[in-house]
């Protein structure tokens, strides 16, 4: 049941200085946002092409191997099974549409309609809509969570909360409080560890309880997995407020995002250029050859 604890997903692992990690963290939050935007409403080709990017990225990251391949291994997995699942159920017939019509309005060839059929496999058939959702659904997931994990696995958290808050800051002179949001966000996000562990000892009660969901049935199922999300959602608010209450009791206080940073060996002035020119040239070619 340790199996979480080997999956470091969403926390920073102090390691090697990498050329990732020395990275310019407001240019890695850029590169984020460029993976989290552009595949919406992106064609299939731009979606796979990101894929294909951030696997060559993680590569030649730098990064040791041990952080990224069980995450990488298991968000693969989980990624293909959602687009299998998108592609295999059921989504609407394009001979429906033409039905809506009498078909002595229809010519002949109409009613009998082109193939849209891809693949059949005994009662299963995916065709090019369900292939299109499938190929859609498992690259979108597989974007967002692999580009934000690997910002995570490589940025320390007070390194990534003062790139925010710098670029926020026109918000500060909004008269914003900004110190204590960035602050707040600080301690949210050294409270991931927490939740992965609170996950991790909801899922050992249910081992330990021999707990089976196929004779529950759907129903008993889906309330069971309510109960867990709801305990979960508990146990990590009363962590958040005992870390609170010690913070206060200790005579904390609410400083600044860029307080909490400690130097660093920074990237070459080269690789922070070259990251900064690629940006905008990468939106360009998403404007011109990323529709769908």
Known sequence: ???????????????PQCWLRRLDPRLKLGWSLLFLLTPVLAGPVWRVSLVLALLLLTAASGLPRRLWWRSLAVLTLLALSVGLLSMFLPTTDPAAALALRPPDELPGALIEGPSWDVLRFGPLRVDRASLLLGLRTSTLLFTVIHSVNLVLLSTPPEDLVWALS?????????????????????????????????LQNLLRSLAGRAVNL??????ASFGLVLAVAERLLANILLRAEQGADALVARGGQVLDPSAFRLPREQARLWLNGLAALLLPMTVVLRVLYGAS
């Open 166 to 198: 710098w670029l926020l800051k026109p918000l500060h002179w909004m008269g914003l409080p900004m110190e204590r949001l960035g602050f707040q966000l600080l301690l949210a996000l050294r409270f991931l560890p927490l939740a992965q562990e609170e």
């Open 1 to 15: 049941m340790d199996w979480l604890r080997q999956i470091p997903i969403g926390q920073y692992v102090d390691g």
């Open 214 to 219: 196929r004779q529950l049935g759907f129903k």
